[in-house]
Each structure stands twice: as C-alpha cells, then as structure tokens.
C-alpha cells in the first residue's frame, strides 16, 4: 500500500486548528469560558506526491471540529473526518496504472485542553489528545486504515499583540500506539489584522520522526506554510480561504492544498 503523510495535528488538524486559533483571543492557548461552544466545519483538497515516486493520489476531505468549555480552565475538543482518497495504483492484470477511489472516515481525535495560566496579553496551556482506528488516514506516513490510538501531549503558549492579532507556539509529541516510536510536532502561528473585518494568518507546521529502532523504521520529516485570509462573518462567525505547500521534506509527501472554512462561536 502507498505511504502517504497526514495533514496535522498538527497532522491534519491543522488545517483545523489554523480556523480555531483566528477566533480573537481564543487560540490554543486560550480555553474557553465555561459553556462557550465552537464549531469549524472545513473543507480541503489536496495533491500529493510521494517521497519516493510520482504522483499518485488526490484527497478530498470534510471535517468537523468542536470545542466546549466545561469549565474557565478545561476545554474538550473532538474531531471527525470524511475522506475521499484518489489513487493510481499498478494492476497486473491491466499491466497498467488504475484510478481507485476510496471514502472514509479518517483524522478523528478528541481530548481535553486544561489552561495554566492567563496574565494580560500572555496564556498558556497544556492538551492530552487520542486519535482512534479507522479505515482512513489515521497516522504520519502511512497506509489507510493503519495505525489510531496514538496519544499526544500538546505544550501550548501565546500573546496577543491586539484585539484580534496573536501570536503563538505549540510542541507536541505524539506516540504511536502500535510502534515503539513518536512524532515531534511544532506549529507556530501569527494573525495580522488587516482592517476591521479581515485578517491575514501565517502558520508553519513541522513534524520529526523519533525512532528508537531506526533499522525497523523510516525516519522523516516534514515542514509546511499556510498562510490564510480570515473574514468576520458577523457575531461569532468567521470564513476561511487558505493554500497550504510543503516547503522541505525528507521521506514524506510534497503536498498542496486549497482549504475553506467557516467557524461559529456560541
């Protein structure tokens, strides 16, 4: 089966988070208030080509990420995935490339976010996610349906430098759940106000394998940039339209992709 990278976590849930953290003054750093509910809904097309050969698959995907905020400090989050894989793989019997086409579920986590500290413009806090199996995308740098369960720790710190403009940073480390190795994960992300009802989003987003047994494993890495306008939508809303392109890599895919969004604050 083809080894293809996931969009991120982090993961793809980068994709995701890149909406979640342009709500002003709510990015990972900051958890909700007790009962304030978000919900993004992001569609995303991407084109892959493998580390090790030449185009072979196109992804479409719809997602859907919520958060709630069971109290000032803890927030729970949860992520499904709808998934549409286009590839082309050699058949013997064709002595040819075919187009296979698979939907899935596939990127699906949920966890808690519990916040440290919150002190004028700066904030901190700490998330324990889990992935979970399905017969999708389910972990960095490999085939459908293989890996979930995977646990993550998420280090989180920002500032705000106005009422809609922060900046800010999040390490994590991943543990794959059937594999005696992890994933180091750092994205780091800047909103610019533009005027009143736009913004401008800048984020990269960055993965290294940590292989305690390199002659059983692969190592790789991955780095990718998106950059993102965000526009006020109205009382809690915001759209998305942003690309996204790997700008370095070793053993992962080079990836492109074209993702809308739109999130909703109650």
């Not at 979640?20 to 909700?32: D, F, N, Y």
């Not at 480390?173 to 994933?183: A, F, H, I, N």
């Not at 401008?200 to 494993?217: E, G, K, L």
């Amino acid at each position: 089966m083809a080894r293809w990278p996931t969009i991120a976590a982090a993961g793809i849930v980068a994709a995701l988070l890149a909406l979640l953290l342009s709500v002003p003054a709510r990015a990972g750093a900051w958890t909700q208030k007790r009962g304030d509910q978000i919900y993004v809904l992001t569609a995303g097309w991407h084109g892959l080509d493998p580390a090790d050969g030449p185009a072979l698959f196109k992804k479409q995907e719809i997602a859907l990420y919520a958060e709630w905020g069971l109290t000032d400090r803890i927030t729970l989050y949860g992520r499904l995935a709808r998934q549409t894989v286009t590839r082309d793989v050699w058949s013997e019997a064709e002595q040819d490339t075919v187009v296979v086409t698979q939907s899935a579920l596939g990127g699906n986590e949920a966890g808690v976010r519990v916040g440290l500290f919150q002190r004028r413009s700066w904030a901190s806090a700490i998330q324990l996610g889990t992935t979970f199996e399905s017969s999708g995308e389910n972990v960095s740098n490999a085939g459908l349906g293989q890996g979930g369960g995977d646990l993550e720790i998420r280090a989180m710190a920002g500032r705000s430098l106005s009422r809609r403009g922060f900046a800010e940073a999040q390490l994590a480390w991943r543990q794959r759940s059937l594999e005696d190795r992890g994933e180091v994960r750092l994205d780091l992300t800047a909103v610019y106000p533009v005027n009143t009802h736009l913004d401008v989003m800048a984020q990269t987003f960055s993965v290294w394998s940590m292989d305690t047994d390199p002659t059983r494993y692969r190592s790789f890495s991955g780095h990718r940039a998106q950059l993102s306008l965000l526009a006020d939508g109205g009382p809690g809303r915001l759209y998305q339209l942003g690309v996204l392109a790997t700008v370095a890599r070793d053993g992962m895919a080079d990836e492109r992709a074209l993702i809308l969004g739109i999130a909703q604050r109650f």
